[in-house]
């Protein structure tokens, strides 16, 4: 990891994006003078940032900040989505969010570079959009990267229930996506002594203010919410509906205000 901030409330201007296809050569040595870039890789192979090595695999992602060193080390071929892109000098401030040069492994990643790869569809006759959608990608991926205390772990692990509400979602699995640097024991006691409730105790409590919302205040069908909200077995949602909010769902629509 390199200490050197994207002032991501700055839109990026976009030099150039696509896909390359690397691995003719096994060895391979780059410097991008003024320019950032972001790559995902659908590959194995070892990169090295200024002489730091990082093994790079399918589904990794990296930011490189300018005139870094790059030296690539291929094991066959190798094509990945890459962008090259710089930022206004202005637009440097003192609070910038601690997305560095690094290289990430997003939960998310065939989310991400599907973004880029629609964004190269629109390159360059539409830059504007191109930027805007390179701009998304870079604050997704800060948000992955900033957990540098306890309470940071917490709103990560909230933001990303609220996300995933209306999916079926374990704990192992939300812990296990996002990779935080903490052991699965020590995030949940964290998460109970920053809410005052375990993470299950949590997700039940927000799908039934979700669902409770929406029988009030929508006319769409029971099983619908049921299923908008992650319990699309109507006994299992009519069951939790009745232990938390003390109402059955046909009630709580029927007592809504008018």
């Known amino acids: 990891m390199l200490d050197a901030p994207l002032p991501l409330h700055a839109c990026p201007t976009v030099i150039n994006l696509g896909l390359s296809v690397h691995g003719r050569n096994p060895v391979e040595r780059y410097r991008l003078p003024r320019l950032w870039c972001l790559h995902a890789y659908r590959y194995r192979a070892t990169l090295e940032l200024d002489g730091t090595r990082h093994e790079i695999h399918p589904g990794s992602v990296s930011i490189v900040p300018p005139d870094v060193p790059l030296v690539y080390r291929f094991r066959g071929r190798s094509e990945h989505v890459f962008a090259h892109f710089y930022f206004e000098p202005h637009a440097t401030t003192p609070r910038e969010p601690a997305l560095v040069a690094q290289v990430q492994q997003p939960h998310d990643f065939p989310r991400i570079e599907a973004s880029l790869r629609e964004a190269i569809g629109w390159w360059p006759r539409a830059a504007t959009r191109v930027r805007a959608r390179l701009w998304d990608v870079l604050w997704q991926l800060a948000d992955r990267a900033e957990v540098g205390s306890p309470q940071d772990a917490v709103d990560r692990l909230t933001a990303e229930i609220e996300r995933r509400l209306g999916t079926p979602l374990t704990v192992q699995d939300l812990l296990a996506d996002l ?77 809504a205000p008018r």
């Open 179 to 255: 990779a935080l640097p903490y052991s699965h024991n020590h995030l949940l006691r964290l998460f109970r002594e920053r809410t005052g409730t375990s993470i299950v105790g949590h997700i039940r409590a927000r799908r039934c203010e979700r669902a409770a919302r929406l029988l009030r205040h929508t006319s769409l069908p029971i099983k619908v919410i049921a299923a908008e909200v992650g319990v699309p077995d109507p006994h299992a949602f009519n069951k939790l509906i009745r232990a938390v909010l003390g109402q059955s769902p046909t009630q709580l629509r029927h007592d």
